[in-house]
């Protein structure tokens, strides 16, 4: 019996969800009993407590784990991206992933400052964590929100890009010359004219060489590119392959060749300076800056802006466009006003 009818019209509800725990009750209509069953078979079936899905209680390295499993394995540098998180999972005592909060990782920030660590090294490594809760938390894997949402990236002042000029480029060639490598010339001077990455140019195939072009592909943006090269270029490159199937290993050559030249580099700076020398003189040469990010394969114009100062309208701007500009420091006011008279009509002049 679960619901039956009184003879004074009342409902009786007599329920026994689970053996051994019963409910009885007088109500006055069916429709309150009706209500009473089922609260007593939810609450005893499924209390109000009861959670249905466990709490996720995985530590940080193991949701890291998860996160190059699901989606890491996918792009070009997972592996060592999820190297760099585990260590930082151990730096930070690996919690819980979820009690994980901004304080503890502020903490870890300013010790590695501290230890001497680069800004925007500390940067990268906050971004490729809060990437980590924001992939699970869309892909499903985890049902909260970043704890890291609210933590800020540093504000460091940015470093100039630093670029080869006309007279150290044949003294780095000198030196490249003078390495047992066999291939370090040909992947410097590669990077050099095309402004391939240092591993895209020494990953070239043989049937990558064709037409006086090259084509970069395992590229960093996931984008297949052809860049024209000189004709000699192009003919050297083919007697290399002729003899060896593929460049050997030779970034250490590069670096120790680097040295030897005396030419000074900023911190951190070695075969990708190859990289921003190519981009420099592109643009200091009248090059185009859409042009150029199609060259180096960059995925956002932003990356490539960082050169347009270099280019040379941007310079005679500078001169042609500054309120200085047709001022003699030295002359009376009536003067100086004759001077701005005369700038503006030449200004008028050269408009269309």
């Given at each position: 019996?679960?619901?039956?009818?009184?003879?004074?019209?009342?409902?009786?509800?007599?329920?026994?969800?689970?053996?051994?725990?019963?409910?009885?009750?007088?109500?006055?209509?069916?429709?309150?009993?009706?209500?009473?069953?089922?609260?007593?078979?939810?609450?005893?079936?499924?209390?109000?407590?009861?959670?249905?899905?466990?709490?996720?209680?995985?530590?940080?390295?193991?949701?890291?784990?998860?996160?190059?499993?699901?989606?890491?394995?996918?792009i070009t540098s997972g592996r060592r991206r999820t190297n760099t998180l585990k260590l930082m999972a151990r730096?930070?005592?690996?919690?819980?992933?979820?009690?994980?909060?901004?304080?503890?990782?502020?903490?870890?920030?300013?010790?590695?400052?501290?230890?001497?660590?680069k800004p925007k090294s500390i940067n990268n490594r906050l971004s490729y964590l809060k990437s980590v809760f924001?992939?699970?938390?869309?892909?499903?894997?985890?049902?909260?929100?970043?704890?890291?949402?609210?933590?800020?990236?540093?504000?460091?002042?940015?470093?100039?890009?630093?670029?080869?000029?006309?007279?150290?480029?044949?003294?780095?060639?000198?030196?490249?010359?003078?390495?047992?490598?066999?291939?370090?010339?040909?992947?410097?001077?590669?990077?050099?004219?095309?402004?391939?990455?240092?591993?895209?140019?020494?990953?070239?195939?043989?049937?990558?060489?064709?037409?006086?072009?090259?084509?970069?592909?395992?590229?960093?943006?996931?984008?297949?590119?052809?860049?024209?090269?000189?004709?000699?270029?192009?003919?050297?490159?083919?007697?290399?392959?002729?003899?060896?199937?593929?460049?050997?290993?030779?970034?250490?050559?590069?670096?120790?060749a680097l040295k030897a030249s005396g030419i000074k580099l900023p911190r951190g700076q070695a075969s990708h300076?190859?990289?921003?020398?190519?981009?420099?003189?592109?643009?200091?040469?009248?090059?185009?800056?859409?042009?150029?990010?199609?060259?180096?394969?960059?995925?956002?114009?932003?990356?490539?802006?960082?050169?347009?100062?270099?280019?040379?309208?941007?310079?005679?701007?500078?001169?042609?466009?500054?309120?200085?500009?047709?001022?003699?420091?030295?002359?009376?006011?009536?003067?100086?006003?004759?001077?701005?008279?005369?700038?503006?009509?030449?200004?008028?002049?050269?408009?269309?």
């Amino acid at each position: 019996m679960a619901i039956e009818q009184l003879p004074d019209g009342r409902w009786k509800v007599d329920v026994e969800p689970i053996k051994g725990k019963r409910f009885r009750k007088t109500l006055k209509t069916k429709a309150e009993a009706q209500r009473f069953e089922a609260k007593c078979r939810t609450d005893c079936i499924q209390p109000r407590d009861w959670n249905p899905k466990p709490k996720d209680n995985r530590k940080l390295s193991d949701v890291i784990q998860s996160w190059y499993d699901l989606h890491g394995h996918s792009i070009t540098s997972g592996r060592r991206r999820t190297n760099t998180l585990k260590l930082m999972a151990r730096r930070l005592g690996d919690p819980v992933a979820r009690n994980l909060n901004g304080s503890s990782v502020v903490d870890l920030r300013r010790r590695e400052l501290e230890a001497g660590a680069k800004p925007k090294s500390i940067n990268n490594r906050l971004s490729y964590l809060k990437s980590v809760f924001n992939e699970l938390y869309r892909l499903g894997d985890i049902d909260y929100a970043s704890p890291l949402a609210k933590v800020k990236p540093l504000k460091f002042q940015e470093s100039q890009l630093s670029y080869l000029s006309i007279k150290q480029i044949p003294q780095l060639i000198e030196s490249l010359d003078k390495s047992r490598s066999r291939s370090v010339r040909l992947v410097a001077e590669l990077c050099l004219a095309t402004g391939a990455r240092w591993s895209e140019a020494e990953g070239l195939r043989p049937e990558l060489v064709r037409n006086d072009t090259v084509t970069f592909v395992n590229t960093k943006s996931k984008r297949v590119r052809t860049v024209p090269i000189s004709a000699d270029l192009a003919k050297r490159l083919s007697e290399h392959f002729d003899k060896n199937s593929r460049f050997t290993s030779c970034l250490r050559a590069f670096r120790i060749a680097l040295k030897a030249s005396g030419i000074k580099l900023p911190r951190g700076q070695a075969s990708h300076v190859l990289r921003h020398t190519f981009a420099s003189h592109f643009i200091m040469n009248g090059g185009g800056i859409l042009a150029l990010k199609e060259i180096l394969g960059h995925s956002s114009l932003t990356m490539t802006m960082r050169y347009a100062h270099l280019s040379p309208s941007h310079l005679r701007d500078a001169v042609r466009f500054n309120p200085l500009d047709g001022f003699d420091t030295s002359s009376t006011p009536t003067q100086k006003e004759g001077h701005k008279t005369l700038k503006n009509q030449s200004l008028e002049a050269d408009s269309p």
